[in-house]
Structure formats: structure tokens, C-alpha cells
């Protein structure tokens, strides 16, 4: 029987996704939900909550709105929040229900930004995905409606860092690091989607020579820009020294126009790391090419096949990792997927904001530059 | 970077001067914000009061997330399972197969056998038209020594007759099976936090012969189901109330509703209901009033003037507390309330004819999100909202109550206001942790 969780968690949705990509530009974002999406993002999903006021709200649907499909009411709050508080976009991310009784989350932010003139996006996102899909989504909307003019290149190569959110880089400085990383190889960075910059410098995108996708979160936006500004992009999250190989394939791209995903050769291995799929498979190729054991990654998010190297593999729940954990004898992973792995496996944790919430948030490593976090458990 | 939103915005919509707040909603319902005091409990905390029982949440993604991490932050994963819908489920209209083929699926890999499974179901189920007595019907037919109840992580119907809390309280007794009445047995129900052993109701009837239990006193199933053979079940919580009605209805139990209250009179008239229904004689209280009139003494001679605030998570009698105060001379400032209950009817009234221009906040209010957050001098609050929203390292932390009732309880309650407005504490941190009391960490 699929679908059961017997004992592990269950990933941040993608209406939490939305939320956490948007946090930061200065915009509104409306749950459409009767409730419990508030506090679980705000709790569990957002670190940032206590002490910055982004505009994260819900509509607090309830039965009798459902039944009549009474989106007025959904309509008419939302401006009269955006009117109170003059948010420089508004967005509207869908629930369970909205999805059950087919709410037209863009017609309604058709008539939101009719009624209040601020750029307003539906998504419709149904809380039945991970927060990759709805992050995505979200920052694919942001390129699209905000990214609008071909800038001149910057006189060094450049990127645009896409997909960062707390959700897989959680507040430990990993988001900022990156940047400063790069920087060491020669490779400027022009915006940050979305942890430290604002909708402004988002904007300047267009100047950038390549985008880098650091998790899945960033597809969405990779593709618009690619279609709309032929902006190359490569796939991969900076890791110790095979942030070296990604700059090798940034340049590459700089130069050819064309998109990269730089793998290393793996083969099946009986050592796993299980997480969001660009991570673990970049955490796979960076240790690996350090410790010259081969590592295998299991995505546990959506993403892409082109993201996998030939050993990887995606697996949604319990049913579907079990057998792809056979025979391990070393996983990384959230501490809160030991109680499924083998019990003689050595087991190395990796805490994921995704996963576990804010429970083990302080054990969370910045890796960027450096992942003797990691080697110096395998000794 | 970061910025704080919001600039120039006013209180209007988020507050009211009490004298203009309506009976029992003084705001418009509009969308919600919610701020980041996380002590009250949920229906994950509520349901791990049934002492070996497991939990099993059926639902979206979306909304698993927020029960499985309470969960794992109490701890409790081993006493937890889920069942994810996902959108084949909705389109295929397989509910019923995913409901009981899922539960047969996790009960048949857990490590030991529950007595009993809180199986909630979501409001996707109710949209559906999910057969939930075929599928519990099938789930017993499977497990005949497990007991199933169902339980509900609906909150699209909170606006529409019991609402997911009053159902959790409801179903935590369902499980309770007829056995024989023992009239020398009474309940305590309705509370997620126990009933302080020093309050003068638990001594009252203790002395009377009864022996009182508390869900929370039961550490088995056992002892749990010997709640069933109590006569009486005294509930003090509103929000209680509906399952101690059911519980009259299904095993005969006389329910005793004894609501929560900090006048005297109010408190007297309790007792006094509740030593006729049970045939005692009233004992003679005035150690207790004369108690509390010194507590208030105290409190007033140690707080003074200082300004104090109040949030309905806090008490479930927010308006009665602030009456209360302010009838002994202590300067509440502020409500942060966002709906008043039936039984405050009494006390707003006269909290509008004595200080109609004490303000009522909103704290779901979107406003609240970016009003400022603090306030100009030292500010007492009682409860976390209330210590969130005025920005006070100076505040009483509890919540339902605390367990704290009548007499013995309020003076309780000033002492943890002494306490509470002479040594700070870390509010960022304490209002975090959800579910105060639970276990959380």
C-alpha cells in the first residue's frame, strides 16, 4: 500500500513554497485555505517569521464559501488587505479545496489587480506537492511579470542564483555564502531568487550571463529566462571543492549558450544521501569526486530526470524508499528518516528545513565551502 | 534585504474601543494573520491525552506537515502515522479503499499493537462524500481488539457548528465503553491541561468521598476506560462542554457544567450547583474568599499601576479576568480577543458600561502583522498574545487557564502575575514552543 508514513515526516507543501520564495520582495501572499497552512508555514516553514513582517496571510475559506464558490468574498478581502497595507505585488496560492471545487486562482488575480492596479499572480498550487513545485512556480511567476527588460551583461561573468529559500538553506549564512563562494572563482553574482535581495535587484536579472539552479525550486524561473532572454543555465548546488567543477561549467555555458549539468561518474552505490533532488545529487557528485567512494542520491522532491545522475532515483514515501535503502551502509539524510533506514547502516545526519522544520534547525551545516561536516563522519 | 512593511498603518479595523465592539464578533471576518505565539495546543496534543492509542492522519501533503512535525517535536513519532491524498485520490474517487487499506497497511507494520486509533479525517473526506461509517466499519471488522474513533482535522467547518476543537474534546471520550456506574466517581473533562490538585473543587469532593479522575491521571487504557463508570462529569471548559453532553446521551454520566469564572459570586454559585446535584452539603468557603481577597491585596501592592494586558489563549475568560482586575483597582490596558464566548455576554456588558474605552485588539487582523510591537513602558501581559503583541519580556505564561480554577486558582494566577512582573522572560523563545504543557520541545 502506497501513501503511508508509518512513522517518518512528510515535506513542506507547495503552498508553503510559494510563501517562503516570495517572503522577501515586498509582496502580498494570500493562502487560500479555511486553516492550519498559516501556522504550519509560519511555525515549521518560515524562520524568518518572528522577526521580519512579510505579508503572509490566509482567506480563512469556510464551508459555505466553498459550497457557493463565493470567491467575492476571497476577492474583496484581498484588496481590502492590499489597500491597507499597499504590498508591491499580491499572490493567491491555492489549498485542497479551492483544487476540489476548481477555483481559477488567475481570474481572481485578474480581478485583484484590475480592482487594487498592483501586479497580482494566482498559483495554483493544491498542498498535495512539495514546496519545490510551489517555490518554483513562484519565482518562474516573479521572472515572468518582473523580468521584462534585456539589460546589458555585466563586463564579468555573472549569475543569477535561483531557488534559494530557507527551505534548503535554511539561516545559517549557507544563502549569503553563497555568493561570497563564487566570488573566489571570478564569477560575479547579479541577483540572489530569493534570500537577501529585494524585487529591485531581482529585476536586474537579465544582465546575468548564466543562471545557476541551485535546487529545484529555481526550474521555473531558469526556463523563463532561458526562453525569454536566452539566458543559459546550469544545474547544481555549490559543495566544498565541486563548486569548482560547477564554475568550470559556468563558464562554459557563458560561452556557449548552452545549458549544463555537470555529473560525475557514479555508479550504484551502497552509500545514500536522501534529500531535495539538486542538493543530494550535488552533495552525491561533491563527495565522490573528494573521497573517491561513490555516492548515490535519492530524491525525495520533484525534479527533473535530467537533474539525476545514472545511480539516482526518486522515491515520494515510505513504500517507494524502502527498497532503494536495501543494503545501505551509510545514509545521509534528515534525522528524522533514521527510524526507516537499516539499522546497521551508518547513519549521518543532515538536518533539511524541508523535512524536519525548525526541530534541528542549530545542527544545520553551511557547506558551501566545505564539507568535512560529512568526511570527517565517514572515517 | 529584509524591511519592515507596513509604514503608516493605523488600529482602524484592528481594534475597538470595547464599548463599540459587538456580541461576539467585534471584527470583521476578513483575511487572517497569525502571529508567533505557538502555546496553545492542537488536536495532535489533545489526542495523546488517550493514554496507548495511535494516531492517524489522513489528508493532503499540505496539511499532514504541521501534525507530523507536532509530533515529532513532542517526540511522539512512534505513536504516529500518515496517509497522504494526493490528487489521483480526489479524481479516481478511491477514498474509502485509501482510508482502509492505508490504516490496515500502517497497523500491520507498526512495532507494537494500540489499544485504540484516533483515525482523523480531513476536509477533503467531508467534500467527497467519504463513507466514514463503511470504512470504520471495515477497520473493526479487521481489528477486533483495536477500538477506532474518528476524529477530524476539518477546519473548513469551523465556522459551522462544532468546530475541530470541540470535536477533538468530544472525541477523546469516545472510546469510553458503558461499564456500571459507580456513583462515588466523578470526571474532570474538557481540559487539555490538568486541574490543579490544590484547587478547592478537586479538595471539595475528595473529601466528600469521591475519587476524581482526569484523563489526565491515566497512565493505561485500563484506567482510562474506568472513567466510564464515573456518575458526574464536571467540565469547566466551553469548549468541553459538547462532549460532556455527549457523554450524558451515551453512557448516562450527569454532566455538570461549572464554567470557568474569576467573579466570587460566580464561583460560589458553581459550587453551589454542583453540591446540590451531588447531594453534599455546601462546605463553608470563607477561608477561600477571604484567600483570594488577600492575593488581590498583594498583587495590587506589588504590580501598582503598572499597565496589564490580556489574550483570550491565556483563559477562556478573558473578559471576566479583566473585570476582575479592574473591579480591585488594577490598570488593564488592553484585550487581545478575537471573539467573545457565550458566557462573557455578563461581563462585556459591564466592561462597556465601567471602561467603555478599553481597546479590544484583533490578533488576526492583518494589520497586526506590521503595527508596532511594543509598548512605551513596562507592560504586564497575561498570555502569550498578549505578550507578543506589546513586546513585554514581563508575562504570565499559560494557557486554558493553566489548570487554575475557582477560588484557589485565581489566587494562583496572581501569584504568577507577582512572579511574572518581577523577573523577565525570554518571550521569543517560551512563546514558540507549541503546545505549552505537552511535552513540546
Not at chain 2, 311 to 321: E, G, H, K, Q, V
Amino acid at each position: 500500500m502506497r501513501q503511508t508514513a508509518r512513522i517518518i515526516s512528510t515535506y513542506t507543501a507547495d503552498v508553503s513554497g510559494v510563501n517562503s520564495a516570495l517572503f522577501e520582495l515586498g509582496g502580498m501572499t494570500v493562502m487560500h485555505d479555511a486553516s492550519g497552512c498559516n501556522s504550519t508555514y509560519n511555525t515549521h516553514d518560515e524562520p524568518r517569521w518572528y522577526d521580519h513582517d512579510s505579508l503572509v496571510f490566509l482567506s480563512g475559506i469556510s464551508e459555505m464559501e466553498a459550497i457557493m464558490g463565493d470567491d467575492e468574498k476571497l476577492i474583496s478581502d484581498i484588496v481590502s488587505a492590499a489597500e491597507q497595507l499597499k504590498p508591491r505585488f499580491i499572490a493567491v496560492a491555492g489549498t485542497p479545496i479551492p483544487m476540489m471545487i476548481g477555483t481559477d486562482f488567475k481570474a481572481v488575480a485578474s480581478v485583484v489587480e484590475k480592482r487594487t492596479g498592483i501586479p497580482a499572480f494566482g498559483f495554483a498550487t493544491n498542498g498535495m506537492h512539495t514546496y519545490v513545485e510551489g517555490a518554483s512556480m513562484a519565482l518562474a511567476g516573479i521572472a515572468d511579470r518582473f523580468v521584462t527588460e534585456k539589460m546589458l551583461k555585466t563586463q564579468d561573468i555573472s549569475v543569477n542564483l535561483l531557488g534559494v529559500t530557507p527551505l534548503d538553506f535554511s539561516v545559517n549564512g549557507s544563502a549569503a555564502h553563497l555568493r561570497t563562494v563564487l566570488e573566489k572563482y571570478g564569477i560575479m553574482t547579479v541577483s540572489n531568487w530569493a534570500m537577501g535581495d529585494d524585487l529591485d535587484t531581482l529585476m536586474q536579472a537579465s544582465s546575468a550571463h548564466v543562471n545557476l539552479v541551485v535546487s529545484d525550486a529555481g526550474m521555473g524561473a531558469a526556463k523563463v529566462l532561458r526562453e525569454r532572454f536566452g539566458i543559459p543555465y546550469v544545474i547544481g548546488r555549490p559543495y566544498g571543492n565541486w563548486t569548482a567543477t560547477l564554475v568550470n561549467s559556468i563558464r562554459k555555458a557563458a560561452e556557449t549558450g548552452e545549458d549544463q549539468v555537470p555529473q560525475v561518474a557514479r555508479e550504484w552505490a551502497s552509500a545514500v544521501i536522501i534529500g531535495e533532488g539538486i542538493s543530494a545529487v550535488s552533495l552525491a557528485n561533491a563527495l565522490t569526486s573528494e573521497t573517491g567512494r561513490a555516492f548515490r542520491a535519492i530524491a525525495a522532491t520533484e525534479t527533473e530526470r535530467v537533474v539525476l545522475g545514472a545511480s539516482d532515483r526518486i522515491a515520494r514515501d515510505e513504500d517507494e524508499l524502502l527498497p532503494l535503502l536495501n543494503g545501505a551502509e551509510i545514509v545521509i539524510a534528515d534525522p528524522l528518516y533514521q527510524p526507516i533506514c537499516p539499522k546497521d547502516a551508518h547513519f549521518i545526519r543532515l538536518p533539511h528545513e524541508g523535512f524536519s522544520g525548525r526541530i534541528f534547525r542549530d545542527e544545520i551545516p553551511d557547506m558551501t565551502e566545505d564539507i568535512s561536516y560529512i568526511t570527517r563522519q565517514l572515517a | 534585504m529584509l524591511k519592515r512593511m507596513g509604514g503608516e498603518v493605523d488600529t482602524t479595523g484592528a481594534m475597538v474601543p470595547i464599548k463599540n465592539a459587538d456580541f461576539p464578533a467585534p471584527f470583521k471576518s476578513e483575511l487572517e494573520y497569525s502571529c508567533s505565539a505557538r502555546g496553545t495546543w492542537n488536536i495532535v496534543h489533545t489526542g495523546f491525552l488517550v493514554p496507548e492509542a495511535h494516531e492517524i492522519f489522513a489528508c493532503a501533503a499540505g496539511c499532514l506537515r504541521g501534525v507530523v512535525l507536532t509530533a515529532a517535536e513532542m517526540n511522539a513519532q512512534d505513536r504516529f502515522s500518515t496517509i497522504e491524498i494526493r490528487e489521483n485520490n480526489v479524481l479516481e474517487g478511491d477514498m474509502e479503499d485509501l482510508l482502509i487499506e492505508g490504516v490496515t497497511d500502517i497497523l500491520q507494520k507498526l512495532p507494537y499493537k494500540p489499544r485504540a486509533v484516533l483515525l482523523y479525517t480531513s476536509c477533503i473526506h467531508h467534500f467527497i462524500g467519504c463513507d466514514l461509517p463503511l470504512c470504520y466499519a471495515r477497520l473493526r471488522e479487521r481489528f477486533l481488539d483495536i477500538d477506532f474513533t474518528d476524529c477530524y482535522m476539518n477546519p473548513i467547518m469551523r465556522k459551522s457548528g462544532l468546530t475541530p476543537d470541540q470535536l477533538m474534546r468530544r472525541g477523546l471520550y469516545a472510546l469510553l465503553k458503558q461499564r456500571d456506574i459507580d456513583k462515588n466517581r466523578i470526571n474532570i473533562i474538557g481540559n487539555n491541561i490538568a486541574t490543579d490538585k490544590d484547587s478547592e473543587l478537586i479538595r471539595m469532593l475528595e473529601q466528600a468521598g469521591y475519587t476524581i479522575t482526569e484523563i489526565h491521571d491515566c497512565h493505561n487504557y485500563d484506567a482510562y476506560q474506568q472513567m466510564a463508570s464515573a456518575a458526574f462529569n464536571i467540565c469547566y471548559n466551553p469548549v468541553g462542554k459538547a462532549g460532556g453532553e455527549a457523554l450524558e446521551k451515551r453512557l448516562g454520566q450527569k454532566l455538570l457544567y461549572l464554567p470557568l469564572s474569576y467573579q466570587p459570586a460566580e464561583i460560589l454559585a458553581a459550587y453551589e450547583k454542583m453540591t446540590k446535584a451531588l447531594g453534599m452539603e455546601m462546605p463553608d468557603l470563607s477561608a477561600e474568599t477571604d484567600a483570594l481577597t488577600a492575593a488581590l491585596r498583594h498583587a495590587k501592592e506589588v504590580i501598582g499601576e503598572t499597565p496589564i494586558t490580556i489574550d483570550y489563549t491565556a483563559t477562556m475568560r478573558p473578559l471576566s479576568l479583566a473585570r476582575a482586575l479592574l473591579e480591585h483597582g488594577f490598570n488593564v490596558t488592553a484585550l487581545y480577543i478575537d471573539s467573545f464566548s457565550g458566557e462573557e455576554k455578563g461581563d462585556l456588558a459591564w466592561l462597556q458600561a465601567h471602561f467603555p474605552e478599553l481597546p479590544v485588539y484583533a490578533t488576526v487582523q492583518v494589520k497586526m502583522r506590521v503595527l508596532p510591537r511594543e509598548t512605551c513602558e513596562k507592560t504586564l501581559a497575561i498570555g502569550q498574545k498578549a505578550a507578543y503583541f506589546t513586546g513585554t519580556p514581563y508575562f504570565v505564561n499559560i494557557v486554558e487557564c493553566g489548570g487554575y480554577y475557582g477560588f484557589s486558582g485565581f489566587c494562583k494566577l496572581l501569584a504568577l502575575m507577582e512572579d511574572a512582573f518581577l523577573h523577565e522572560k525570554d518571550t521569543r523563545k517560551l512563546i514558540q514552543i507549541k503546545g505549552l504543557g505537552c511535552g513540546c520541545v
